[in-house]
Structure formats: C-alpha cells, structure tokens
C-alpha cells in the first residue's frame, strides 16, 4: 500500500465533519478551508498540489499536476497535516454546506473514483488528486457542471462531500440511469458517463428542468446528492433583497405598501 492507512469516524447528520485518527508520522491532504480542529503535536504544511508519488518527478511534473488543479476551481496549494506527536493523534474536517461526507475507500474501487470538481474534502497522503476531461463531444460542448471533473486515483482512503440526502446506486452492466448533471457526486472508473438532451419544444422551452440531463450506464457505482451547491445558491440569490432593500414583503399582498404601513419607507 502506497498511501497512508489512515482511521476515521464521521460526526453529525446535516452538518458533517469527519475526525482523522493519525498514526505517529502519517499525514492527510485537505483543501484549504476544509479544516476544523486538531490535536496539539499536529503540524499543518502548505504543500504544492497534492503530495502523491505522481507529482515526484521533478519541478515540471509538480507544475502539472498542480496546474491541472486550476482548471477544476480550486488552488495551486494544499495543506497536509503530519503528526508529530509519539501516539495517535486526531485531526477534523468539515463540510461546507448541508449535507453528507461520503469515505471512499480507492482500494475497493480498483484504484480510481470520479467525482465533482467541489466535491473533494479531503485524503490520505499518497492519494492523487486530479483532473478527469470528457472525451465525448456532446459532454463537453453542453455538459455544465460534469464536464471537468476530479479524479482520485491511489489504493488509500479519501472523503467527499454531497449536499443534502446522498443516494447510492449500484448499477448492473447496461443499466442506465439519468440525472440532473447537478446532482451527480461521483462515479467509479466503470461508468459510462453522457449528457443527452432532453427533447421536445415544451420541455426544452417550459419545463425548468434545464435542456440536458446525465445519463450513467453501468456496471459500476454511481453517488446522486438532492441538493447541488449550485441550485442552493440559485435559490439564496433570488430570494435575497433587491437593491439594499429587505425580504419582509415577501409573499405579501401589499407588498412596498406593507412596508410604508411599518414605517419603513424604502420600497
């Protein structure tokens, strides 16, 4: 085994955090801003991408790998946190948003897991996390959200994220199953992976559901959240005040004139 053999529990039920047991020396990568509390003897590193023996091949191959991160959102640098201390030790990580942290074991997945490019909080030092393109012109042209996606490849354990109720599907060889692009978590390396369209004048122009959808064929496993950071973002936009304004009006009748009632005479 190449990465580290880290122990873990996960914490909550909206709000997730998962609690990393550290053996003497052993480390774990994590995105910044992922981190929530450690033991004292714990050493936290800024390191240049994520660490993994893929990146070992001198200043270009660090620069690439890194690079690649860019693409995805997310930064150059990762933090690894070592413990120091002569007995186990324990490290914390939380989720952004509502939701549930899913531990993928990379092992039992023969070695490569794809997921959304968010979606990564954090790993065992020795697992590589990459850069997954479409190769299929339809995804990449209309495939939004899915079409770059992370790749973590290695034989240790590692842990994603999902908004809202999380869904796993284990899909038999042929079996397909379609799903907002939004709302997929991650997939293993098996999956078949394609944006088709939705179809029909109606549904394209009134459904509201979007023009494409996801559409997974197995066999493999597939991870589905109910509540992509996206849609809940689209939803806290729109119901925020307009023009410094406030949200007491709404689903009012009188609307601004409520407000003038109240004394409060910005409309």
Not at 26 to 37: L, P
Not at 149 to 155: A, P, R, T
Not at 192 to 218: H, M, W
């Amino acid at each position: 085994m190449r990465a580290h053999d880290i122990d873990y529990q996960i914490f909550g039920e909206e709000m997730q955090y998962v609690e990393i047991e550290l053996d003497p020396q052993e480390i774990v990568i994590a995105e910044a801003g992922s981190f929530m509390m450690m033991d004292n003897g714990i050493k936290m590193e800024t390191i240049f991408g994520d660490g993994s023996e893929q990146q070992q091949s001198g200043l270009f191959g660090k620069l690439l790998s890194a690079g690649k991160r860019v693409l995805t959102g997310e930064s150059l640098f990762m933090t690894a946190y070592i413990n120091q201390n002569a007995t186990k030790s324990k490290v914390s990580f939380a989720s952004p948003y509502p939701g549930k942290i899913v531990a993928i074991d990379l092992s039992a997945f023969e070695g490569k897991f794809i997921c959304q490019k968010d979606s990564f909080l954090c790993a065992a030092k020795g697992v590589s996390v990459g850069i997954e393109f479409s190769r299929k012109l339809g995804r990449g042209l209309f495939g939004g959200e899915g079409f770059i996606m992370q790749k973590l490849e290695g034989d240790g354990m590692a842990f994603v994220h999902s908004g809202g109720t999380l869904a796993k599907r284990e899909l038999r060889s042929g079996e397909i199953l379609k799903i907002d692009t939004g709302c997929v978590v991650g997939f293993s390396k098996n999956i078949d992976y394609d944006i088709e369209f939705i179809g029909g004048v109606k549904n394209t122009l009134f459904g509201g559901e979007g023009v494409f959808y996801a559409t997974l064929r197995g066999p493999g496993t597939v991870y589905v959240q109910s509540l992509p950071f996206s849609r809940l973002a689209d939803r806290i936009i729109a119901s925020a005040p307009k023009n410094g304004g406030n949200s007491r009006d709404e689903g009012s009748l009188l609307g601004g004139i409520g407000n003038l009632l109240d004394g409060d005479n910005r409309f």
